[in-house]
């Protein structure tokens, strides 16, 4: 049980596409999940947390006009990164806590979806 | 603002030896998780420690939480080539009660 699908797990596009990339909690509700952003050899840096009918809110530092996040369903969050550039160029993850646990219940990754920005 | 540290950064180890990363919090944590990810994978999360001195075994992983409830270890004995990742730890963010902060990470490698 507790699966994560993030779908694409790989994209290659050219600078100034816009990507979308979503995440779906598959056997079970989540009213929150977090989108992280990953660069090689480092750790998983929070860039926002997603909630089911309400705005997203984000980490310092991370735009919120870039990545545009929608969180439509108790299963389906979307991460929308608008004109790419190469800098953008990342592993992005995201994670989803069954809906009715407690807040220190872990989290669920997803694959994880590999963005190159040519 | 509130960190949360772990070493070593890398550790290589002959397949059999043991292991051991540490994980040391700015803050105390109501808990601690520990995920481990393939390479080119996803986090999978290992285990959640709650109580202050808390010791939990997983087969040839044992985890413990500190006293103080800021640190925990993470200790494989007799390393496999299975065991072959990076080890995160993960504390809740102070305030941010629904998030999680995690750790720089362990990358082990082991050799046949």
């Known amino acids: 049980g507790a699966v994560v699908s993030q779908h694409p797990s790989w994209v290659i596009c050219k600078s100034g596409t816009s990507v979308k990339i979503e995440c779906r909690s598959l056997?079970?509700?989540?009213?929150?999940m977090f989108w992280y952003r990953q660069f090689p050899k480092q750790s998983l840096m929070l860039m926002a947390t997603?909630?089911?009918?309400?705005?997203?809110?984000?980490e310092q530092g991370v735009e919120k006009d870039k990545f545009l996040i929608n969180h439509a369903s108790l299963t389906l969050s979307t991460l929308t990164v608008t004109s790419a550039h190469p800098e953008d160029s990342s592993f992005y993850i995201c994670?989803?806590?069954?809906?009715?646990?407690?807040?220190?219940?872990?989290?669920?990754f997803g694959d994880g979806t590999r963005l190159s920005i040519l | 603002g509130q960190q949360v540290m772990q070493i070593p950064q890398y550790q290589h180890v002959q397949e059999g030896e043991d292991f051991t990363t540490y994980c040391n919090s700015s803050?105390?944590?109501?808990?601690i998780q520990w995920y481990k990810q393939r390479p080119g994978g996803h986090p999978v999360f290992l285990i959640q420690?709650?109580?202050?001195?808390e010791v939990k075994k997983q087969k040839r992983l044992t985890f413990q939480f500190g006293e103080a409830k800021k640190n925990s270890s993470l200790h494989i004995t007799a390393t496999q080539t299975t065991d072959v990742g990076t080890y995160f730890c993960?504390?809740?963010?102070?305030?941010?009660?629904?998030?999680?902060?995690f750790g720089a990470g362990t990358r082990l490698a082991v050799h046949p």
């Open positions: 994670s989803a806590r069954e809906r009715g646990t407690a807040y220190n219940q872990p989290q669920h």
């Open positions: 056997d079970f509700q989540a009213t929150t």
């Open positions: 997603s909630n089911e009918g309400s705005k997203a809110t984000y």
């Open positions: 803050t105390t944590l109501s808990n």
């Open positions: 420690l709650v109580k202050s001195g």
């Open positions: 993960a504390g809740p963010l102070t305030g941010g009660y629904n998030k999680l902060i």
